[in-house]
């Protein structure tokens, strides 16, 4: 048989009010709708969760089928049931408590609710029932481990999380902070205060995702610091822009190495380029100006020049400038440098030492002191006509180069020292037979542009045997010397003059008529005067014999037969009695000048 029950659903506060009235206030009082009067048994049925009657004993009186799961703590007499359960009655007003209870399926969550009833002929009751939150407890702690787990690797991670308002205001920042400013510092702060020279969007107050975006700001203590910036705008339920947030990345160390490398590599690419223009350049001279030009390329400069030093009898110095490139805005700053080169040279110490930057007038000039084996043997400066400084990296890039240009520099010195020594004859000064034939070969093609005659004198000293029979070879070698010198004081720019071995020397004069070349060999022939007074030997006397061969550039003769005809005319004047000139004719007999007939 199913009982009639009532359900009063009523606030704690209504419930015991009405609990200090008595009952017959109650009946007057109170009208029960209709509605309220049900089925107690089909209200535990339908109820759509664990629900059940139970009496003050927790005996159950009825239950659903979801009711399983609150069967067992019941039977079992738990104590938050029955504490619950009484409280209800005794206060005669509904009653709700949380539990967690488990069972075979883990872990349940649940709201519990108590309610009174009082049938019309029973003993009161208490309708039991509850919700599940399991899963609602369950998401709610997901929710939670995931917040911590977010501040906690917020707090670990070197990375810098941040949020800004609309008005690009940092209102987040991990609790470490970022460039020097605590989170405290940065909190409110404006994020165009810390941005330098921003070209592009301002990923702080970005509307579009920015993924990596470089940028360079200020740090605390007013250096910079490049940040990797990655950025997602923040939106309301309307889609309305609230802000921004992202995360930074301090790169500045990354890019710092990574510009050290590129100096390291544009230095080595420099100097690799000056090592491989040592190794192969054979003319010095496009050895140095190739130098010059790598070095301007690894270092911007609007003028460089390099210096070889030459050391001059009595121990003083000259400055020569062997290769520059750019322009100077004042021309006597040449000058300048290379008195500064010679002062860097009479300086004692290393020439490392010697190498830096220099102020010469209102230039900031670099300026390095080239050596090899310890020596000083040149220089080199690389001048800005601007006020634009030089970079720590550029003075270092010009140490390195300077070390290697020293080597180059004493490469330059010791060709040209080889080349003289190739080309020239080493008692005298005097070109050699070789140079002397490749320098004339020229001129006789040039006589095709100048349409002027040259002139070949062929000289010999005459009874020069005997001088150096009576006298000595040191006595010799001071009249080939001394003709060498009366040689070189009657010849231009353009002749060329050379020792052919033993006491037999040429000259060629070049655009010069028949006229003034026998001037010249009268003066050659004078000279042999005063070479027999320092020769001071007995018996046949020295003397000096010349045989001249005029070109003509219709002509068209070649070195050799130039050579062959003079030697022709010097064996005929020879045989006219020596210290003469006879000029070479192949029409006629042949001219002489000079001697004892003269």
Not at 445 to 452: A, E, L, V
């Amino acid at each position: 048989m199913s009982l009639k029950l009532s359900i009063y659903i009523m606030e704690p506060n209504i419930a015991r009010v009405l609990l200090n009235t008595n009952d017959e206030d109650r009946k007057k009082n109170i009208n029960l709708p209709p509605a309220c009067q049900f089925d107690p048994s089909m209200m535990v049925d339908m109820f759509p969760g664990p629900a059940l009657l139970v009496n003050g004993k927790l005996d159950v009186k009825h239950h659903n089928i979801f009711a399983n799961s609150l069967m067992g703590p019941l039977q079992d007499q738990e104590t938050f049931l029955k504490s619950m359960i009484s409280r209800c009655l005794s206060n005669g007003c509904p009653d709700t408590q949380k539990i967690t209870l488990d069972d075979s399926n883990g872990l349940r969550h649940y709201d519990l609710y108590a309610f009174p009833v009082k049938p019309e002929q029973a003993s009161p009751l208490v309708f039991l029932f509850g919700r599940e939150t399991t899963i609602e407890h369950n998401l709610t702690n997901a929710l939670v481990e995931s917040r911590q787990m977010f501040k906690d690797l917020v707090s670990c991670s070197t990375d810098f999380a941040w949020e800004t308002d609309i008005n690009g205001n940092f209102i987040y920042v991990s609790p470490n902070g970022i460039l020097g400013y605590t989170a405290y510092e940065l909190n409110g702060k404006n994020s165009h205060e810390l941005i330098v020279g921003l070209d592009e969007k301002n990923p702080f107050d970005t509307m579009d995702k920015v993924n990596e975006m470089e940028l360079w700001l200020k740090r605390a203590d007013g250096s910079m610091a490049c940040l990797l910036v990655s950025a997602v705008p923040m939106l309301d339920n309307r889609a309305k822009w609230q802000g921004a947030r992202g995360v930074c990345r301090d790169i500045t160390s990354i890019r710092e190495r990574e510009a050290i490398l590129r100096r390291t590599r544009k230095r080595e690419h420099v100097l690799n380029k000056i090592i491989s223009t040592i190794r192969n350049m054979v003319n010095p001279d496009d050895m140095l100006k190739s130098a010059i030009g790598a070095i301007l390329e690894g270092i911007k400069a609007d003028y460089g020049c390099i210096i070889q030093k030459t050391d001059r009898p009595g121990g003083s110095m000259k400055a020569e400038i062997k290769q520059e490139q750019g322009t100077l805005s004042d021309p006597d700053l040449a000058y300048t440098l290379c008195q500064k080169a010679i002062e860097a040279w009479q300086q004692t110490g290393d020439s490392a030492r010697k190498t830096g930057m220099v102020t010469i007038g209102n230039h900031q000039v670099l300026m390095g002191i080239t050596s090899h084996h310890t020596m000083d043997n040149g220089a080199i400066f690389l001048i800005r006509n601007n006020d634009k400084q030089w970079q720590d990296n550029e003075t270092h890039l010009f140490a390195g180069i300077t070390t290697h240009l020293g080597i180059a520099i004493e490469q330059a010195v010791t060709h040209k020292e080889l080349e003289r020594r190739a080309y020239t004859d080493e008692m005298t000064g005097l070109l050699n037979r070789r140079a002397f034939s490749s320098e004339v070969n020229k001129r006789l093609k040039n006589q095709i542009r100048s349409r002027k005659d040259g002139a070949l004198l062929y000289i010999d000293l005459d009874n020069f045997k005997n001088v150096n029979d009576t006298r000595g070879h040191a006595t010799g070698d001071r009249i080939l010397t001394e003709l060498a010198r009366v040689i070189n004081e009657n010849i231009r720019i353009g002749d060329y003059s050379a020792r052919l071995g033993g006491d037999e020397f040429a000259v060629w004069l070049d655009e010069v008529s028949e006229t003034d070349a026998l001037h010249k060999a009268e003066n050659f022939i004078a000279a042999g005067i005063r070479l027999a007074h320092i020769a001071d030997v007995t018996g046949p006397q020295l003397s000096v014999s010349v045989g001249l061969a005029i070109s003509h550039p219709d002509e068209e003769q070649t070195f050799d037969q130039l050579m062959k005809n003079a030697d022709m005319a010097l064996y005929q004047a020879k045989d006219a009695g020596k210290a003469t000139c006879v000029i070479y004719n192949p029409d006629k007999k042949t001219d002489r000048i000079g001697g004892d007939d003269a």
